[in-house]
């Protein structure tokens, strides 16, 4: 087999992966919501950090906060499951914003029957919410949780661009295509995790296209290209963009390039090239070299497998 170049191939070809693609039923055992308004926040946060600290106590302690004044002062989405008759908090999750995608922090339940079915809950409105871009990087039982209801499982070669680290910090699985191994918390302990989220293409270049529009400069660059009519950057124009992206990754607001920024930057580079020379055309050129060398592209990576692997 040649290079997979989507996800369906990806989930077709691959013998390791385990997707159960069953029909559940779904599970309803509470009101399911974000908590928005302050009061409701300042209701059940007490109880939230309770049942987080409780449910990672057996598996090395909670990694996302340092304590529950760390938990207050995060700038998270708190989603919980609270029972239909007795108004008591069943199960939680929280989320925080990567750039226009929610991850999954941490996800929590009451120890009993109930509880656990409010956990299930929540992971099947996180795998059917998708478009909106949640994903969770998981382990044990909330993996097994997330394959049972046919969570769409991540290439690991994406690992570090979704978490937004290093890739030296991860080591990726010889045994399948899907797990790896990083070290977390500040005692830099190592555990084996696998991604479940974004499910296609589409849903990838939606979420990029979010980020690109993100930044107000880039929207009016957009609008310069779309005006001219044959996709050419004038001088002015390609100074713009090259001074606009040194600036934003200067102050680390910029730190890869979007396909459509990359594409942006060379072009200008191109148009600066070929202009007549002086020393402030010279001095753009080489900040755009700059950035083209110290940013890698946002890309989904293609994976390579042999037929029965």
């Known amino acids: 087999m040649g290079k997979i170049t989507n996800f369906s191939e990806f989930i077709n070809e691959s013998k390791e992966l385990i997707i159960y693609n069953t029909t559940l039923s779904p599970v309803n055992v509470g009101d399911i919501k974000i908590l928005s308004s302050k009061e409701e926040i300042d209701r059940y946060s007490n109880f939230v950090w309770d049942m987080l600290e409780k449910s990672y106590e057996h598996i090395g302690g909670l990694q996302s906060y340092r304590n529950y004044s760390d938990f207050k002062k995060k700038n998270h989405k708190i989603l919980v499951v609270i029972d239909f008759n007795s108004a008591t908090l069943l199960a939680c999750a929280t989320f925080r914003r990567i750039e226009n995608s929610l991850k999954m922090t941490a996800i929590g339940c009451s120890q009993d029957d109930k509880g656990k079915l409010a956990l299930q809950q929540i992971i099947q409105h996180t795998i059917s919410e998708l478009e909106l871009h949640y994903w969770s ?14 969570g769409f499982p991540m290439p690991n070669t994406m690992a570090g661009k979704i978490l937004q680290i290093p890739e030296k910090d991860i080591t990726i699985s010889n ?4 797990h790896y191994d990083r070290p977390i918390g500040k005692d830099r302990e190592v555990f084996t995790k696998m991604i479940f989220g974004i499910k296609s293409d589409e849903i990838f270049q939606q979420a990029m ?20 009519k044959e996709f050419k950057y004038s001088i002015k124009q390609s100074i713009y963009i090259i001074e606009n992206l040194y600036r934003l990754h ?6 890869e390039l979007t396909p459509k920024w990359a594409d942006a930057l060379k072009e200008s580079m191109k148009t600066l090239r070929k202009s007549t020379k002086n020393q402030t055309i010279s001095d753009y050129i080489e900040y755009g070299e700059y950035l083209l060398s110290d940013m890698q592209i946002l890309e989904l990576n293609t994976i390579n497998i042999s037929k029965g692997v």
């Open 175 to 178: 045994k399948d295509m899907v």
């Open 209 to 228: 296209d979010e980020v690109e529009n993100y930044y107000d400069f880039m929207k009016e660059v957009n609008n310069m290209i779309n005006e001219s």
């Open 137 to 150: 990087e998981v382990s044990g039982a909330i993996e097994h949780y997330f394959k049972k209801h046919n």
């Open 250 to 255: 200067e102050e680390n607001k910029v730190n």
